[in-house]
């Protein structure tokens, strides 16, 4: 079974919760609950999405891909 807090057909976390600390606390859950973790590409780098469905979809090199976030950092560190 997958665990995730957001994906392509969900609001992005940060759009219903802006709170960073929240969606690091969700993403520690993701990694470490038993399971698969899948993380949405983009929510470690802090996209926030527009709502539903294809306005979660943009691309990656057009949104601004960042790995020098806490949010990324932790992902990272949690990942290894």
Not at 14 to 32: C, F, G, K, S, Y
Not at 48 to 75: F, I, M, P
Request: aromatic share 12%; charged share 20%; proline share 4%.
């Amino acid at each position: 079974m997958g665990n995730f807090i957001d994906n392509h057909r969900v609001p992005r976390f940060l759009t219903i919760q802006p709170d960073e600390q929240l969606l690091r606390n969700a993403l520690a859950w993701v990694l470490v609950a038993d399971g698969i973790p899948t993380i949405y590409y983009g929510t470690a780098s802090g996209f926030k999405g527009e709502g539903y469905a294809g306005l979660n979809r943009g691309c990656l090199w057009e949104q601004g891909y960042k790995e020098d976030n806490q949010l990324y950092r932790t992902v990272q560190t949690l990942a290894k």
